[in-house]
C-alpha cells in the first residue's frame, strides 16, 4: 500500500512542477511570438529559456509516465 501512495504522491508533484515550468515556458513563448508578429529578431535569451523549460516538461512527463506505468501494474 506504501508504493501505491508513494507513486501518487510522486506522479502528483511531478505534475505540480509541469504546470509551474508551463507558465514559465508561456512566458517566453510570448515573447518570441511578439517577436514573430513584430518582425524582429528574437532576443536570444527568451530562445534559450523556451527550449530549456521545454526540455525540462520533456523529461518530467517522461517520468511520470513511467510512474503511471508503474503505478497501473500495482493496481
Known sequence: MSVKKELAKEIRILEEEIKVLEIKRSR??????????????????????????????????????????QLEKLV
Open 28 to 69: 517566453s513563448q510570448a515573447a518570441l511570438i511578439e517577436s514573430l508578429i513584430s518582425r524582429q529578431q528574437p532576443d536570444e535569451s527568451e530562445m534559450q529559456f523556451f527550449r530549456t523549460f521545454t526540455a525540462d516538461i520533456d523529461v518530467k512527463r517522461e517520468r511520470m509516465l513511467a510512474l503511471m506505468e
